[in-house]
């Protein structure tokens, strides 16, 4: 591949991929949170 333009291709997507990500980081961070009280209340 000789092509050395490093850009992504336009897709006509517009929305914006960082709220996507910090959805994912803070429903992860809940979903271990939830996990970590269920494991330590069940003791």
């Given at each position: 591949n000789?092509?050395?333009n490093k850009t992504l291709p336009k897709?006509?997507?517009g929305t914006n991929i960082s709220l996507?990500?910090?959805l994912m980081l803070t429903s992860g961070t809940l979903?271990?949170?939830i996990g970590y009280?269920?494991?330590n209340h069940a003791k």
């Open positions: 000789t092509n050395t897709t006509g997507e996507y990500a910090w979903l271990v949170l009280r269920r494991r």
